[in-house]
């Protein structure tokens, strides 16, 4: 079954966030990846050449600038790597991992906030140094159960290169490497690398190379080429900006009024819409069917949407607007089935929402992979105050609760409905918004621009990006609201179509309609 973080990956693949599924969380969600990746000793197979510490051409990029807006930072990541994204409060973790089943490497980077301003990146180096020697290198001398303090034998923690300066354009930073007792049992050591930069008064970037000792030098070579790539952009000026988006986010929204929500929900009360990849010659049946969606929208109360626990008490009963969702999405010979509904109450003050997702095999491809699994995320907000029941098979239940801070938060009904409102309302800006993201299970940052671009008269173009990690993706609206079409940044698309026409198409491809 999937386990660890894999249940909000595959939640997330039928929360639809702006009208947008986020396709890439499928594959993540199959493999059954747990938190941290296992390393892989290389194979005895000879191996290309390593690379040599700061070597750009040695280490071929994709084509991808990978940006952390929190802290204005731009970087490459190399071919075939993937960045996932988490914030809580001020603070980011974003951790990159290659392709491929068996890394040999992986690195983090963090974005702390010095709460003792005047330090400097070489005193945050010393005190991580401090703390993880105090956290798994420290060897005593024990009699029994009884460690005895005064018989402290060494550290299980070695320099493999001192702290030494590193420059990146104008920006100074400290690095160092040291080697550590891996966490498994009868497994090699762990080297990491530490690089660090203070980009403001109060505001630290670091990043992280976790590797083997045998994997070291060339991992390290990547490494140190990944790190040099980085850019940092003024920080009092990136504030700026995104404080201004999240003002025009907070107007636009003032703007709205019940007549405009009602005129969405009588202009489109129901819709299918059809996921696919479509081939070079743009013929339906020679396209790839990734999958389908069908959204309902109606004025409601909680009740509709048969929450229990917890979320149910924090639910008022008062009427609003809902959005009920049944998607269905194929991998690799599995059925992944969604049904999720998302309450708002007219006042916006109050939401409650509902996810369940189930797997089955319709093809059974890979013995090895899970082929059957339901998981479910119920989550309500009153005001400030958000909670969320996570549940999955083989784990315990679990609840969070993601802080809500400052301005500009909008719920997960006004997330899917936001493009419409944006094409409506006919503003041409640069909008932020905060919203609970499944995925990561926090609230994160989302940004989104209209415009009316002149080579597609009487068409409005929505550009969302829904976390500062992932790629902005397009949804093109006739001039009266209408949804046309989404490109979703992979060659993935997804458009309206009529139910009888999905169901003609999907029978004659012999998939799943049942």
Known sequence: MPKGDTMPRLLNVALLTAGLILLPAVADAQTNRPKGPAFAEPSAKPKPKPTQPGSPSMVPMGDEVFRLDSVGLTMM?????????????????????????????????????????????????????????????????????????????????????????????????????????????????????????KTTPTQFVSFELVTTESAFKEARGLYETVVATASFENADELRAERAAAITAGVRMFEAVTEDDIQALLRATPETWERIYKPSATGADADATELGYVRTRLLVGTPDDLGTTGTVRTMGNRQNGYVVQIDARLLDTGQIIDTRSAFFMAKDRT?????????????????????????????????????????????????????????????????????????????????????????????????????????????????????????????????????????????????????????????????????
């Open 350 to 514: 109050s939401e409650v929402w509902t996810v369940r997702t189930a797997l089955r095999a319709y093809r059974q491809i890979d013995p090895n992979r899970p082929v059957t699994g339901t998981f479910s995320e119920l989550g309500a907000r009153n005001d400030t105050n958000m909670v969320i029941e996570l549940d999955a098979p083989g784990r315990s239940k679990e609840t969070i609760k993601p802080i809500m801070q400052g301005d500009g938060y909008i719920s997960r009904v006004e997330a899917f409905l936001l493009p419409a409102l944006l094409v409506r309302k006919g503003i041409q800006a640069d909008f932020a918004f905060y919203g609970y993201d499944s995925q990561a299970s926090s609230i994160r940052l989302r940004r989104d621009s209209l415009e009316r671009p002149d080579n597609r008269a009487g068409q409005w173009l929505v550009r969302t990006r829904l976390a500062e990690d992932k790629k902005p993706q397009m949804a093109w609206y006739s001039k009266e609201g209408q949804l046309l079409r989404i490109e979703l940044g992979d060659g993935t698309i997804r458009e309206p179509v009529s139910g009888q026409r999905l169901l003609q198409i999907w029978k004659s491809k012999g998939l799943p309609v049942d």
């Open 77 to 197: 990541l190399p071919l075939g790597a993937r960045a996932e994204s988490t914030t809580v409060g001020s603070r980011s973790t974003v951790q990159i991992t290659p392709g491929g089943a068996s890394p040999s490497w992986f690195m983090n980077i963090q974005t702390p906030v010095d709460p003792e301003p005047g330090r400097s990146s070489s005193d945050l180096l010393e005190e991580l140094m401090r703390r993880l020697g105090e956290a798994a290198g420290m060897v005593y001398r024990r009699d029994g159960d009884k460690r005895l303090e005064d018989q402290l034998l060494g550290v299980n923690i070695s320099v493999v290169e001192p702290k030494a300066t590193v420059q990146i354009g104008s920006q100074s930073g400290e690095r160092i490497y040291i080697s550590l007792p891996s966490a498994r049992p009868n497994t090699p050591r762990v080297v990491r690398g530490y690089t660090a930069f």
